[in-house]
């Protein structure tokens, strides 16, 4: 299985850059996390949210790998602990599709991209720039997996 990280945004700074791809490289290959960016909607002055965020969800959809599971990151979306992830990702493992996480940009996700998701996830009520999502999913798939396998790097209650 594969997770499909699929985020809109490109050149993150370097400190985004570093945090995803050191989580990133400490999952194993059965839950390979890989990026996919998306180019960002050219915003302008006096320009509508709507179409930056339709713009934007016809380049995340695009690149959705055939078959993969979607699941959308929404700030309307469920709250998943750790252990909550823990538990989805051994489901992932033991169902084999792959897995494609949307991350939209500045404006979020658009409402095509809601409708073709499976699940949506919440990270917190937080609020956080986009580029520390990456960071933030990484870490947490990480965190997740050494939950199931006992490794001392969680040691969440």
Request: charged share 25%; aromatic share 8%.
């Amino acid at each position: 299985m594969r997770i499909q990280l699929i985020s809109v945004g490109r050149r993150m700074p370097g400190w985004v850059e570093q945090g995803y791809a050191e989580y990133a490289r400490r999952l194993p290959p059965e839950c390979a996390l890989q990026l996919q960016e998306v180019e960002p909607a050219r915003r302008v002055k006096n320009g509508s949210v709507a179409r930056y965020k339709a713009e934007e969800a016809e380049r995340i959809l695009k690149a959705v790998p055939k078959g993969a599971a979607v699941i959308a990151l929404d700030g309307g979306g469920q709250p998943w602990s750790t252990e909550r992830l823990a538990q989805a990702l051994e489901g992932w493992l033991a169902d084999g599709r792959d897995r494609a996480l949307l991350v939209g940009g500045p404006d979020g996700l658009d409402q095509r991209c809601l409708a073709r998701a499976e699940q949506s996830w919440s990270l917190s009520r937080l609020t956080f720039p986009h580029p520390l999502v990456r960071v933030i999913l990484a870490e947490q798939l990480y965190r997740a997996w050494s939950l199931m396998h006992g490794h001392p790097y969680h040691r969440g209650d």
